[in-house]
T-cell receptor, first 116, second 112 residues
Framework: ETGVTQTPRHLVMGMTNKKSLKCEQH?????MYWYKQSAKKPLELMFV???????ENNSVPSRFSPECPNSSHLFLHLHTLQPEDSALYLC???????????????FGPGTRLTVL | GESVGLHLPTLSVQEGDNSIINCAYS??????FIWYKQESGKGPQFIID?????DKRQGQRVTVLLNKTVKHLSLQIAATQPGDSAVYFC???????????FGKGTTLSVSS
């Protein structure tokens, strides 16, 4: 266990559904991330939150909406997704060292999302 | 643009051999590099990291080498075991220092 949990582990949804992915970290970190992992492609960074503020939005379509209510929790709200959005969605956390310094990121197990 | 790549998509070794997985990066300003291991059905797991002020760092059975001159990163696994079979990713920090950029991954297969 890495100290980062994600729920649900598997999700099947239709294109008209609204669902949310949840991530929780128990490591005392102050930065959290959403990544998308598709087959045969590198991990794609989606969003970065540091001290509960969004510091990076990597040109992600608006049908993905992140929420970070506190430094331990991160959500990804999904609505009107497309079949090509099917992928493994990974959450990670780290300690933001400030002044543009990144530190080790610890990943959760991911949510396997299938959009029908 | 920023990108991190790996030389080989797959690597097959015999149990007990030493494995070397290579990675080339493009951003000469990157100052932090990480290797992750991802087993089937799991998220990436941290293996070892190195900052740009070092050339080599050793962990338990793993060594990371950084050659900034040619922008090359490698992971050496000593006495490879079947449990080492997984996909290995290298990553570097982005120019803003806010996140990591990942390579495509090398699938390591260890046969007994």
């Amino acid at each position: 266990e890495t100290g980062v949990t994600q729920t649900p582990r598997h999700l099947v949804m239709g294109m008209t559904n609204k669902k949310s992915l949840k991530c929780e970290q128990h490591l005392g970190h102050n930065a959290m991330y959403w990544y998308k992992q598709s087959a045969k492609k590198p991990l794609e960074l989606m969003f970065v939150y540091s001290l509960e503020e969004r510091v990076e939005n990597n040109s992600v379509p608006s049908r993905f909406s992140p929420e970070c209510p506190n430094s331990s929790h991160l959500f990804l709200h999904l609505h009107t997704l497309q079949p090509e959005d099917s992928a493994l969605y990974l959450c990670a956390s780290s300690q933001d060292l400030g002044i543009g310094r990144t530190d080790t990121q610890y990943f959760g197990p991911g949510t396997r999302l299938t959009v029908l | 643009g920023e990108s991190v790549g790996l030389h080989l998509p797959t690597l097959s070794v015999q149990e007990g051999d030493n494995s070397i997985i290579n990675c080339a990066y493009s951003n000469s300003a990157s100052d932090y590099f990480i290797w992750y291991k991802q087993e089937s059905g799991k998220g990436p797991q941290f293996i070892i990291d190195i900052r740009s002020n070092m050339d080599k760092r050793q962990g338990q059975r793993v060594t990371v080498l950084l050659n900034k001159t040619v922008k090359h990163l490698s992971l050496q696994i000593a006495a490879t075991q079947p449990g080492d079979s997984a996909v290995y990713f290298c990553a570097e920090n982005n120019q803003a220092g806010t996140a990591l950029i990942f390579g495509k991954g090398t699938t390591l297969s260890v046969s007994s």
